[in-house]
């Protein structure tokens, strides 16, 4: 398994919640991480992505102020901190990554499920 996310579950709104994804080095190193989000019945959305740097941060205007993406290129390891979590929220989120000129995610992981209730 290339990317691992984990730190899902079930939290009311209001409350915060951490998400990680582990990488191999050929799948995190130098490249652009990105998480995903998928709820039920609709399509597969853009959350927030990260520049290998960390300098450069992208995020859906749903979650702009609320979720902060990170990462950590000694431990391979990207983060999703999630705030003042909302009902509509509740998805299974999906890390990936991408090469920086590419146009698209080319890994994916297999995506932790966050829950939150009103």
């Known amino acids: 398994v290339q990317l691992q996310a984990s730190g899902g579950g079930l939290v009311q709104a209001g409350d915060s919640l951490t998400l990680s994804c582990a990488a191999s080095?050929?799948?995190?190193?130098?490249?652009?991480m990105g998480w995903f989000r998928q709820a039920p019945g609709k399509e597969r959305e853009f959350v927030a992505s990260?520049?290998?740097?960390?300098?450069?941060?992208n995020y859906a205007s749903s979650v702009k102020g609320r979720f902060t993406i990170s990462r950590d290129n000694a431990k391979n390891t990207v983060y999703l901190q999630m705030n003042s979590l909302k009902p509509e929220d509740t998805a299974v989120y999906y890390c990936a990554a991408k090469q920086p000129r590419s146009s698209s995610f080319d890994y994916w992981g297999q995506g932790t499920l966050v829950t939150v209730s009103s």
């Open positions: 080095v050929r799948t995190f190193s130098g490249r652009v």
């Open positions: 990260i520049s290998w740097g960390g300098v450069s941060t």
